[in-house]
Nanobody, 122 residues
Framework: VQLQASGGGLVQTGGSLRLSCAGS????????LGWFRQAPGKEREFVAS????????YYLESVRGRFTISRNHAENTVYLQMNSLKPEDTAVYYC????????????????WGQGTQVTVSS
């Protein structure tokens, strides 16, 4: 059972990226899925999450209105559309699965994926 994030890269301030996180070995259709990030020298922080039905969506306040989480059950995948990127968004982004969106917001996930690097140049 694993989650694999992809889609990171180098982008200029104001640009966009779309991260993907594909699950394998398990259907995550009934799990909450979410995104976290960790910048150099900082602790991991919650970014976004949603329940299996797309409800109870939460966002880190600093990304609200710029980032959008979505999921495709058929593809066992969760996405993070990131617009209007800022240098402070630079981090390794991780996806995770958990029992509920609130649990993920609280850092309680049961499956964690490998990260993908996002670098925003000024």
């Amino acid at each position: 059972v694993q989650l694999q994030a992809s889609g990171g890269g180098l982008v200029q301030t104001g640009g966009s990226l779309r991260l993907s996180c594909a699950g394998s070995g398990h259907s995550f259709s009934r799990d909450a899925l979410g995104w976290f990030r960790q910048a150099p020298g900082k602790e991991r922080e919650f970014v976004a999450s949603s329940n299996w039905d797309g409800g109870s969506t939460y966002y880190l306040e600093s990304v609200r209105g710029r980032f959008t989480i979505s999921r495709n059950h058929a593809e066992n995948t969760v996405y993070l559309q990131m617009n209007s990127l800022k240098p402070e968004d630079t981090a390794v982004y991780y996806c995770a699965a958990g029992p509920s969106s609130w649990d993920l917001k609280s850092g309680r996930g049961h499956t964690w994926g490998q990260g993908t690097q996002v670098t925003v140049s000024s």
